[in-house]
C-alpha cells in the first residue's frame, strides 16, 4: 500500500513539475510570430530570472527561436527534444554543458553560449548537430578545448571564439569543410601553427585582432587560401615588409588598425594583394614612415584596370610626408587623409589637388610650419606650397651652368684640336708621297757628239 502510494505521488509531483515549467513558460515569456521563418513563433524568456532552463518538451512545436538570455541559468544538463532552431543562452552564469546536451535539438542551426563562465567543454558536447551554421562561445573561460570539439559540426559556417584566454591553438581544431568565419580577437595568442587552416578551405574572414602577435603570421595564413577578409588590428607588430603578406594574393579587405608599436610600412608590404579593395592602415600612433614602394612597383606599368584599391584609410597616423607616386591616387573612392601631423610645404603641395570627399577633409591641417599648426591644409595660401629656389640651390645650380660651360669649352677645343691635327696630318701626307715619288725616278743625261780634249778611246 505504501509503495503504490509512492508511486501516485512521484507521479504527481512529475506532473506538477511539467505542469510548472508550461505555467512558467506561459506567464514569464513572450511569443510571437517570427519574422524570419513563415509560420513559426520565437519565444522571449529574457531577463525572466531562470535558473534552470524551461522543459523543452513544452515550447511550441513550430517554435523558431528560443531567447533564454540574460538569465542565471548555471548548468545545461538533460534538455528536452524540440524543433528549434535557434538558441540563444548569452550572459547567464553557465558554468557545466553535459555531454551531448543539444542533441535533442537535431533541427538547430544557431547556438549562442557567449558571455558565461564555460572553462571546459567535453568532446561530445556538439553531437549531433549536423545543421548548426553559427556557434558563439565567445566571453568564455576556454583554455584547451579538445582537438576533435568542433568535428561533429559539419555545416558550421561561422565560428566566434573571440574574448577566451585560448593562447595556443591545436592543429585540429578547426577541421570545418564549410567554416567562412572565424573570430579570434583577444585570445592572447602570439603564434600560430603553420596549415592551421589546411581544414578549412572555405575560410575568407579571419579576425586575430587584439592578440599578441608581433609579427604578421603569415605562414600560417598561407593555409587559408581563399581567404578575403584579414583583421589584423591592434597587435603589437613594428614594421609590415615583404614577406608580411606574401602569396596571400585572395585578400579583398585588410585591417592593420590601432597598432600600437608600428612604425614603417616598407616597401613591397602590398605588392602580393593584386585584389585588394579596401585598406585600413589608421590611428596607429607611431605609422611615419612609409616607403615609396609599398604596393610594389609593376602598377606603375600595368594598365588601369589592374589597379583594384578603391579605399584607402590612412587617418589619424604620424605621417608628415607622402610620396606622390605610391599609388594612382585618383583611382580611389574613398581616401582619408585627416588627423596627421601634416608639413605643409612644397612637398606635400600635391594632396591640395586631389579630388577629396568634403567630410573627408575637415581635420585635413597642417602641424608645420609653426606659424600655421592646426590649420586647415586646403585653405591656406598657394604660396605656402611653393618651393622657392634656395641660396644652396642657386649655388649648385651656378656651379652645374659653369661645369657645363667648362666642359662645354673644352669639348670644343678638343674638336678643334682633332680638326687641326688632321689637316695637318694630311699635308704631311702628301708631301711624304711627292717625296717619295721624286726619289724613286730614273734621269738620262745626253752624251757628248765631240770627243774630250786629250781623250784617245783607242787607247
Not at 579596401?278 to 600612433?285: E, G, I, R
Not at 588627423?339 to 610645404?345: E, I, V
Not at 618651393?387 to 651656378?398: I, K, N, T, Y
Request: aromatic share 8%; glycine share 4%; proline share 6%.
Amino acid at each position: 500500500m505504501a509503495h503504490r502510494y509512492l508511486v501516485v505521488s512521484i507521479i504527481a509531483m512529475a506532473a506538477a513539475s511539467c505542469q510548472a515549467s508550461t505555467n512558467v513558460l506561459q506567464a514569464s515569456c513572450v511569443s510571437s510570430e517570427s519574422p524570419e521563418k513563415e509560420s513559426s513563433v520565437q519565444v522571449d524568456c529574457t531577463r525572466r530570472g531562470f535558473t534552470i532552463t524551461p522543459a523543452g518538451s513544452y515550447w511550441p512545436p513550430n517554435i523558431y527561436k528560443m531567447d533564454l538570455s540574460h538569465n542565471f541559468i548555471d548548468h545545461l544538463t538533460n534538455l528536452e527534444t524540440s524543433n528549434v532552431s535557434v538558441l540563444d543562452i548569452h550572459d547567464n552564469r553557465i558554468a557545466i554543458v553535459e555531454p551531448g546536451v543539444f542533441a535533442v535539438f537535431s533541427q538547430l542551426q544557431v547556438l549562442d553560449l557567449s558571455q558565461n563562465s564555460i572553462a571546459s567543454l567535453h568532446e561530445d558536447v556538439f553531437k549531433n548537430l549536423t545543421s548548426l551554421r553559427v556557434l558563439n562561445l565567445s566571453r568564455n573561460k576556454l583554455i584547451h578545448p579538445p582537438s576533435q570539439l568542433f568535428a561533429p559540426l559539419v555545416s558550421l559556417e561561422q565560428l566566434n571564439l573571440n574574448h577566451n584566454p585560448l593562447r595556443y591553438l591545436e592543429m585540429a581544431l578547426f577541421k570545418l569543410p564549410k567554416l567562412e568565419r572565424l573570430e579570434l580577437s583577444n585570445i592572447d595568442a602570439h603564434s600560430l601553427p603553420d596549415g592551421v587552416f589546411h581544414g578549412a578551405p572555405n575560410l575568407v574572414h579571419l579576425d586575430l585582432s587584439a592578440n599578441s602577435f608581433d609579427q604578421v603570421p603569415a605562414s600560417a595564413l598561407r593555409s587559408a587560401p581563399a581567404l578575403k577578409v584579414l583583421v589584423m588590428s591592434d597587435n603589437p607588430v613594428r614594421a609590415l615588409g615583404y614577406n608580411s603578406f606574401m602569396r596571400l594574393e585572395s585578400i579583398e579587405e585588410l585591417y592593420l588598425e590601432n597598432m600600437g608599436e608600428l612604425e614603417a610600412v616598407e616597401g613591397d608590404a602590398f605588392a602580393h594583394q593584386k585584389k585588394m579593395r579596401a585598406l585600413f592602415l589608421d590611428s596607429n600612433p607611431k605609422l611615419e614612415s612609409i616607403d615609396l614602394d609599398i604596393f610594389g612597383i609593376f602598377w606603375r606599368v600595368e594598365t588601369a584596370a589592374n589597379w583594384t584599391l578603391r579605399e584607402l584609410y590612412l587617418q589619424n597616423n604620424k605621417i608628415k610626408y607622402l610620396d606622390e607616386d605610391i599609388a594612382p591616387w585618383k583611382q580611389f573612392e574613398i581616401l582619408d587623409l585627416q588627423g596627421n601631423p601634416w608639413a605643409c610645404d612644397c612637398n606635400n603641395a600635391w594632396i591640395r589637388k586631389l579630388p577629396l570627399q568634403p567630410e573627408l577633409t575637415a581635420n585635413l591641417r597642417c602641424d608645420s610650419p609653426s606659424k600655421f599648426e592646426h590649420k586647415p591644409m586646403l585653405e591656406l595660401p598657394d604660396e605656402l606650397f611653393t618651393c622657392p629656389e634656395s641660396r644652396e640651390a642657386r649655388e649648385q645650380s651656378s656651379t652645374f651652368r659653369t661645369g657645363v660651360l667648362v666642359v662645354g669649352a673644352l669639348s670644343i677645343s678638343a674638336i678643334l684640336l682633332s680638326a687641326i691635327l688632321l689637316v695637318k696630318r694630311k699635308n704631311l701626307y702628301h708631301r711624304f708621297i711627292t717625296r717619295k715619288n721624286r726619289n724613286g725616278s730614273v734621269y738620262y743625261v745626253k752624251a757628248h757628239t765631240n770627243p774630250v780634249d786629250g781623250f784617245d778611246p783607242s787607247t
